[in-house]
């Protein structure tokens, strides 16, 4: 009797163990190579390194409230579960895009009967926090005040711009950095070594495909693991010969490279903050580069024209006009002909605008004069300048000594336009580039 019992206990530890290895084993490579210390962490020594905040406030458990914001594959879902193991403190994950406000009022309620049980705090895993609505962000804050949780939140985009000030003003931000590609070099040779969660040196890989999966994958440890996997398929299976990982076999895999564009993410206003950047600082090589990339992206047609017309305008302005005239062409060309052909009068005008000489002048003189009617008393228009077209406008001195420039010689004549409160005011000062030189004075 207590034999069969013994055997039984032997064979179900077997093939659970067995259960677990096969279960471990079918789960995707990116997913069974998560760091499971803060140790493990590769290219986070600022945000997570022996010296860190962060890291502190583990060690010492006194984990506050914090947000990871970071491009996708740096490790934000696996820090959260790092930070659950290592402090002991209840995990609950949950995802903004599938949740609401009453699966939120729920799980504050179990977190409060918890720590009246004396069970601790609860920490609180959400990731792409920025996709809950400000409803939903405030159901959050009375209880991240008061410590009833602790909110771990996770997201790819700005915070300052999608999370509500009030909640993320209690809330650490912590920024995880895209990944090196020595980085991800690192984590690939960890995964080919692994026996326990890799593929325990069934196969090598030479350096050059190495550097290529990192370069590819763009900082993302989880792209770059994933191309590992889908490579190790094209190998030999073992025992048929030696499987060596070649740049001709991972070509076959990953095809044409695409770089991470986000429409609506960091991504898109980093992206075009830098193609604007690039055509204001007459770097051609670099405008080309962004346009390419907002090209590769899907990036809407109209959306980019707009941008190189407000360039011509704003950063190139007087000093060579023709480049808002370049520009505008190029807009309604590449409207006209649609894509692919359409890179071609955009990439035409970005060069020219990129290679024109610079004046901001045209810009800074509306801002500054808007300034000024916003904020001063900018006073009466001068009589003399007045609507004078009309029967009794005579009467109340409108436009009676208006000098007409077109009845002096040059064009023009000097008399008073601002007025009197404005006196002085220079709004427009000629850079001098190019043909930015302004009015010669004409006495």
């Known amino acids: 009797?207590?034999?069969?019992?013994?055997?039984?206990?032997?064979?179900?530890?077997?093939?659970?163990?067995?259960?677990?290895?096969?279960?471990?084993?079918?789960?995707?490579?990116?997913?069974?190579?998560?760091?499971?210390?803060?140790?493990?962490?590769?290219?986070?020594?600022?945000?997570?390194?022996?010296?860190?905040?962060?890291?502190?406030?583990?060690?010492?458990?006194?984990?506050?409230?914090?947000?990871?914001?970071?491009?996708?594959?740096?490790?934000?879902?696996?820090?959260?579960?790092?930070?659950?193991?290592?402090?002991?403190?209840?995990?609950?994950?949950?995802?903004?895009?599938?949740?609401?406000?009453?699966?939120?009022?729920?799980?504050?309620?179990?977190?409060?009967?918890?720590?009246?049980?004396?069970?601790?705090?609860?920490?609180?895993?959400?990731?792409?926090?920025?996709?809950?609505?400000?409803?939903?962000?405030?159901?959050?804050?009375?209880?991240?005040?008061?410590?009833?949780?602790?909110?771990?939140?996770?997201?790819?985009?700005?915070?300052?711009?999608?999370?509500?000030?009030?909640?993320?003003?209690?809330?650490?931000?912590?920024?995880?950095?895209?990944?090196?590609?020595?980085?991800?070099?690192?984590?690939?040779?960890?995964?080919?070594?692994?026996?326990?969660?890799?593929f325990g040196d069934s196969f090598r890989a030479e350096p050059e495909a190495l550097q290529i999966i990192a370069d590819f994958a763009a900082g993302d440890a989880r792209g770059a693991l994933n191309i590992l996997e889908q490579a190790e398929f094209m190998l030999s299976l073992p025992g048929e010969g030696e499987r060596v990982l070649t740049k001709e076999i991972l070509h076959s895999v990953i095809g044409t490279a695409m770089q991470r564009y986000d429409k609506k993410g960091d991504q898109h206003y980093d992206i075009v903050s830098a193609f604007i950047k690039s055509m204001r600082g007459s770097d051609a090589d670099a405008a080309l580069h962004y346009l390419a990339r907002m090209i590769e992206g899907g990036e809407d047609l109209r959306f980019i024209a707009r941008r190189i017309v407000i360039c011509a305008a704003e950063d190139v302005g007087l000093a060579d006009p023709?480049?808002?005239?370049?520009?505008?062409?190029?807009?309604?060309?590449?409207?006209?002909?649609?894509?692919?052909?359409?890179?071609?009068?955009?990439?035409?005008?970005?060069?020219?605008?990129?290679?024109?000489?610079?004046s901001n002048t045209a810009y800074m003189g509306i801002a500054n004069a808007r300034h000024d009617v916003r904020h001063k008393n900018c006073g009466n228009v001068p009589k003399h300048l007045r609507d004078a077209h009309y029967p009794g406008a005579a009467a109340l001195g409108h436009g009676l000594t208006y000098k007409y420039p077109h009845n002096f010689p040059g064009g023009w004549v000097e008399q008073q336009y601002l007025p009197d409160e404005l006196l002085g005011a220079k709004y427009y000062v000629p850079s001098g580039h190019g043909q930015d030189v302004g009015r010669k004075n004409k006495k």
């Open 322 to 358: 023709q480049a808002l005239v370049v520009a505008n062409a190029a807009a309604q060309a590449a409207d006209f002909v649609g894509w692919p052909e359409a890179q071609i009068p955009l990439a035409e005008a970005v060069c020219y605008i990129a290679n024109a000489p610079k």
């Open 1 to 198: 009797m207590w034999g069969l019992i013994f055997i039984g206990i032997i064979m179900d530890s077997l093939f659970g163990n067995l259960f677990e290895t096969e279960q471990r084993q079918t789960k995707p490579l990116a997913d069974r190579m998560r760091p499971e210390s803060l140790s493990d962490f590769v290219g986070q020594e600022k945000a997570v390194g022996k010296n860190s905040p962060l890291r502190r406030m583990i060690e010492r458990d006194m984990l506050q409230s914090v947000l990871f914001y970071g491009p996708p594959g740096t490790g934000k879902t696996t820090l959260a579960q790092v930070i659950a193991h290592v402090t002991g403190e209840q995990f609950v994950a949950i995802n903004a895009v599938s949740s609401g406000v009453p699966e939120l009022r729920k799980l504050i309620g179990k977190a409060q009967e918890d720590q009246r049980r004396g069970l601790g705090r609860t920490i609180v895993f959400i990731d792409e926090i920025h996709r809950f609505n400000k409803a939903q962000q405030d159901v959050l804050l009375p209880y991240v005040e008061n410590g009833t949780i602790v909110l771990i939140g996770a997201t790819t985009e700005n915070p300052f711009f999608e999370i509500n000030s009030p909640l993320l003003s209690r809330m650490k931000v912590v920024r995880l950095e895209k990944l090196q590609p020595q980085h991800l070099v690192q984590i690939l040779q960890r995964a080919i070594a692994d026996r326990q969660r890799g």
